[in-house]
């Protein structure tokens, strides 16, 4: 359990594709060692920083296969599994972890419309049908559903899942989770994980157990070092370190708003970093993601250059 | 392209399942006989009202292949192609057509945050590798987004779409593309197709080239009624036909807010209505959907009896 | 109940105002004039069209008694009472009603998180003081809610509401609410009129009572055509008519969404296109509406030649 | 601008009521007391936890009259003026401040739909016609709009803005203008508050001036201890106080959702509490909330007692 349900920095590993938008696995193991060298205590593949919403189910494979072998068992791998329903989600939950995965990642329903009765259905059925310990991923503007904190709790007490992921930027409810897994017994176990990688620090304080931050992929020391002050008690430098990273992030807004995404603009910035800073062979974005443009990619060098990272 | 862009009526096929939830072929193919016997000019399967949001790969194929078998070009066979970006359409566009399909329906990109350009650019690039027609999809209950009409149009302009089915609700919308696309040279063989079943009679007026009602599983001799009514200009016969089947459609109301959503509801009572007019052996609806309790289907019942179907 | 609850095609009349942005009470006037000239049933101000969230208290009720003092009796003033709450909404029933309206139209509550319950409170408080019928105000892009069908029905059959006024787009729950209507004894005098100024013919096909068309500001004739084509049972006139109207309503995307909200351009355009036809002095709009640039009107003017007004 | 842009605990008052729905002025000044005496930097009446979306414009005005001449200067009095837009907002600016307030806060326009330009040109407005600073009111969920930072960053800036109150729940936006307006030449004197109650003690140690806590009404002594202990350094303590009024803050849930809506549970919970702790006379909240039931109103007794507070 202690190696599927970490504890720590986790990035969400982004996903390095060729110029025809094949994975680039040579691209993806200098990542993942970009990653492990800057202290990561763990790795979430296939998740909405790894644009896996974007990937076919044989390329979500071929992720999982290469960094798990890869890492060979010195770090945690866990693998999204990514899906509409049920019965879908259970056949990433196959693949992934014959790929080698040491936990799941698992959203609520969505393009199905859903209700919490639902909700808790989908956990339990894939739980039941996981060899591998489940953490469920409260990502509303993805799939358009909070997860409500009480499912959650219930579900964790009655041992169905092993964590969660927050990237609903929902502190309260957060603080709700954590401290309700705190205050029950036996939940001991279950993990708290936020992705809002700009109150990193703020959810340390009210007892997160770790972060899932996508900027971690472009600075994975930065968030070891910001996670490493904190629990030293050093919460004013956890605090400034937490600050020049949300300064650096702000690369996320290089994009015009008038020709892409708000995802195109920040994972095709997070590509062009890893691509700057010379860990990625090709920063593009799998389709049908708007590539950013020349002077969009110099202005991401800048937030390199500014925050000491170029 | 007069079969892949079919006109008329044309019902999103419920898929029906076996109480393991494996696909029952032999209902599923008494329901399209029902189907074809009541009328119907086409058939769209794995659509929402498929639950298509809940089969595995492997159940949608089996879908596609059993229904084109069956039906033998005796009337077209749409296929959904519902998946989140482009890349993962592709894939599903693929198993679709090898097993049979004569044109794909394809939403906007979900779960990804998405944006005009990049809803654009995802049809054009599911259109470029489609062996078979590309139907647009707009049901923004389920990816949370509105198909923008003038991206629509110019997509049809390009030559990029075949047609449209409309499940937005958005008649105005509706309408600005169907004179649109009447009024634009060139466009003749663009379908537009409205999945609102409660105003087909309305969007028939406006100048729509047909409906696919997920009531018309239940009633699809209705649906095929309102339709020929008001081809013939008897105005005043489709309305009634229509309201008939409005007060049909208040069985989709049956579950219990409290204890599911309002999918679970609707899919549970066109199936436990295909069960009790005896299309189909099994009214089980795909995980995590929340079956119907045994009073809710009877309130079913009433619903059929009162439309003079039981 | 005749006077107030009006049948036909009752504009939402706009608010003109000086360039200081005082009420333009002789421009209003003209404007009156301008709508009873083109034919209209009845009037309704201080609707949205009519600026009512930016007008003052004291420019509310200079409107009211400009326009009944004006119309003197010969068609129905009805007058909205926006405001946030019951307590609120009562007094302006309290100052629109000594001002001389007829009826009083009523939203929802907003800014104020509601719940069905308290929407039906909130209408049983308001006609309990009322001296005017009150008309129910179904506009969701306003107040994000959208009025329960069941609600309204509920609401009619005791007596509460004396008629709807639905901007919410959703035909198919406007005609739930029609043929609910017509269906329960009782209910005769309880009428319905469609906001959605784009399909009103269909509408009144599906059983409409009237149509509260902000366009018809601009072309009042227009609707007024429209409505006396259907009712004298030329169904292909009438839509020919409302697509003539459609083609015209495109002047309220003039303005630039770069640079203004949707409500500015509307509402600039609906006042630049009754100046340019020399009804009211001046377009201003109030306060912080963004004014349209000189090519944006200039847009207007083009639709209004093409639409045979200018 | 020290008394007008207060730091530290400004709960905003509950507006106690008669049995008969009018404002209960000793009860007002009895709670005044009682959060004067907890130890409140500030006072903010008219917000939304005073009802102020339900109170009259006599009503309003008799609140801020009472209060101000209460407190009598001893601690800054801030008086929302809730409206929808410009011309609305300044005529309640009139009345608090003739009535004694020391600032005003003011949302996004809101009911009109609106954007980042009609927003800023909206501040603008405000300022330019107000004779005492204006505070930003972030509320999303009542205005369905969020204030950009950026906006917020450039009013505050020109001098528009003396300060903020976020009640939108989002952090990590929160933090970007206290780290943007920290380091910004000249805005020594902006002010950000937040209102989210149940991160007090996160949104100091990012940064944040104060808080604008509802539940202060109730537990004031326990907000104003969270905020010593964090001024004192001791985060581990502020900690703790946090969630004890986290968990106090589950009164807020008493109400049932089948019955009322998430609002008519809060408010009435706050002045059911103020009731049973003998603040105030009668826990009456305005039309339309429903009222709670006796065993709801006995839930609330139960979480003052687990607070210590009974």
Not at 78 to 83: S, T, V
Not at 140 to 167: N, R
């Amino acid at each position: 359990m202690t190696l599927t349900s970490p504890t720590g920095v986790i990035p969400p590993v982004c996903t390095p594709l060729t110029p025809d938008r094949e994975v680039d696995v040579p691209s993806l193991l200098r990542l993942v060692d970009h990653l492990v060298t800057g202290g990561a205590h763990g790795l979430f593949v296939l998740g909405s920083t790894s644009e896996a919403a974007y990937l076919t189910d044989g390329q979500r494979r071929l992720v999982v296969e290469s960094v798990a072998a890869h890492v060979a068992g010195e770090l945690p791998v866990l693998a999204g599994a990514i899906d509409m329903t049920t019965p879908r989600v259970l056949d990433h939950v196959a693949s992934v972890t014959a790929a080698g995965a040491d936990g799941v990642v698992v959203t609520a329903p969505f393009y199905a419309r859903t209700h919490p009765a639902e909700i808790a259905r989908h956990y339990r059925g894939v739980a039941a049908a996981s060899p591998v310990p489940v953490i469920a991923y409260d990502i509303p503007v993805a799939v358009h559903t909070k997860l409500p904190a009480d499912v959650v709790l219930e579900l964790a007490a009655d041992g169905v899942l092993a964590g969660l992921k927050d990237s609903s930027g929902d502190l309260a409810a957060f603080r709700h989770i954590v401290t309700g897994a705190r205050d029950r017994q036996g939940l001991t176990g279950f993990r708290v994980l936020t992705g809002s990688e700009l109150v990193v620090d703020a959810a340390l304080t009210l007892g997160a157990d770790g972060a899932v931050p996508g900027l971690g992929n472009v600075d994975p020391h930065g968030y070891v070092r910001l996670y490493d002050l904190h629990r030293s008690g050093d919460l004013e430098g956890a605090r400034a370190e937490q600050e020049r990273l949300c300064a650096l992030f702000g690369l996320v807004t290089v994009g015009d708003p008038a020709r892409m995404g708000a995802g195109s603009s920040a994972i095709g910035a997070f590509k062009a970093a890893l691509h700057l800073r010379g860990v990625i062979d090709c920063p593009v974005t799998a389709e049908p993601q708007v590539p950013l443009a020349q002077d969009e990619v110099e202005r991401v060098g800048k937030y390199l250059a500014a925050a000491g990272l170029l």
